[in-house]
């Protein structure tokens, strides 16, 4: 090897090494575009903090809700919170039993978070099975109960984008079992058990009202020519089990009076319905169904009046495994079963096994939906809470419902 060569090869090496450098830079640059500068990271928050399940009795009636005590560790605050926005951004996200991601309300909460016990509730009135609070005091209104099962508070440094902290509960225990596939308040709105609202138009009259202690229920009023509609969605569509859950105060029992169902009648003889109900003959509670397997329309009545003018009543009409049953305010009622859609026909029918045919057609609230005005039976009366539950719920869940003002 002469000189020429070393020379080379010094040069090559130094072409390889100037090479290497270039790529680090790009690659620097690249992450630093992506990534943001090394300057910016940075450890996330350490937060020790406690989640716990406290009864508290609201108007006479016991009820679960979350406790959350934060002990010790780096500053912080909450997201959303007022008045305080010293250390890390951190949000609170709460997880139930059945799956639901809630974020709640921390705009009434201020001032150092440490050593102070915090309750989290779902907001008084709201329709929604998603809308909670945060805050150190409970309030004067009614609680809805929670799901039962374990809860589990998760707190996410939205500063380092990461989850710092996830506190399970003990578990609620007295709460109810069962979220409904559908509900919310007539006076207000439906939701999804996802929480994503269900569009509703409504025709008429906008009266809606609160109820006093202890009910304290938002409702709408149905004055003889005011109707919801709410367009056909999976989530109101049943063909195996179901519970139809609704509060009612009927300001008159006579006539015939559509509460709440799905489905369309064609013509006086012809129905296409999934399921609906009605208030009959002085008080009396009617609910019909189209039948896949028998391909029949059939209809029950409750052999005595179950409703009396300007009296808030809880219903629930049940269908589990093919049964079904109707309860008022907690109490079963006997039913007489007939076919067709003509109330008031002498031909009876004995019990038999209801399997419900799905439809295409949208839900009403106060009016059958109809071509024919006649038959419209326009509700006279208020409506609150409304639930639809894809299985018959029990006795005991129905009574818990009806002693907690629920539906």
Not at 209 to 218: K, Y
Not at 305 to 324: C, F, K, R, S
Request: proline share 5%; aromatic share 10%.
């Amino acid at each position: 090897m002469n000189s020429i060569e070393n020379e080379n090869a010094v040069t090559h090496v130094i072409a390889v090494i100037l090479l290497v450098i270039l790529a680090i830079g790009i690659a620097m640059v690249l992450q630093s575009a992506l990534m943001g500068n090394a300057s910016d990271l940075r450890k996330s928050a350490f937060i020790a903090s406690k989640a716990d399940v406290k009864q508290v009795i609201q108007f006479g009636v016991p009820v679960e809700v979350l406790t959350w005590m934060p002990k010790e560790g780096d500053t912080f605050h909450l997201v959303g919170q007022k008045g305080y926005a010293g250390g890390s951004p951190v949000l609170l996200k709460v997880r139930s039993p059945d799956g639901r991601i809630i974020t709640p309300d921390a705009s009434g909460i201020s001032g150092e978070l440490y050593g102070r016990t915090f309750y989290i509730y779902p907001v008084p009135g709201s329709p929604s099975q998603c809308e909670y609070i945060i805050s150190d005091t409970l309030p004067f209104d009614r609680l809805k109960p929670l799901v039962k099962g374990n809860w589990a508070i998760q707190l996410i440094d939205t500063y380092a984008n990461i989850l710092i902290s996830s506190d399970a509960s003990p578990g609620v225990k007295s709460g109810t079992s069962a979220t409904p596939t559908a509900g919310g308040t007539a006076g207000a709105a439906l939701y999804r058990s996802d929480c994503s609202p269900l569009g509703a138009t409504l025709h008429g009259a906008n009266i809606t009202g609160n109820t006093t202690a202890p009910m304290n229920m938002t409702y709408r009023t149905f004055n003889g020519n005011t109707f919801l509609q709410i367009p056909d969605d999976p989530t109101l569509t049943f063909t195996g089990d179901l519970t139809l859950s609704v509060w009612i105060q009927p300001f008159t029992i006579n006539g015939y009076q559509q509460i709440i169902g799905k489905g369309n009648q064609i013509s006086n003889s012809v129905e296409n319905k999934n399921y609906d109900s009605y208030i009959v003959n002085n008080g009396k509670l009617y609910f019909e169904w189209d039948d896949r397997v028998a391909n029949a329309h059939y209809h029950i009545i409750t052999n005595d009046p179950v409703y009396q003018e300007n009296t808030w009543a809880y219903t629930a009409i049940t269908i589990q495994g093919g049964t079904l049953k109707v309860y008022v305010n907690g109490v079963e009622k006997p039913v007489t079963y007939y076919p067709g859609n003509n109330i008031g026909t002498t031909e009876t029918i004995a019990a038999r096994p209801v399997n419900l045919k799905s439809d295409n057609e949208d839900m009403t609230v106060g009016r059958q939906n109809t071509g024919i005005a006649s038959n419209y039976f326009y509700l006279n009366g208020n409506i609150g809470d409304v639930s639809l539950y894809n299985r018959g719920l029990t006795q005991g869940e129905i009574q818990y419902n009806y002693d907690s003002y629920i539906s």
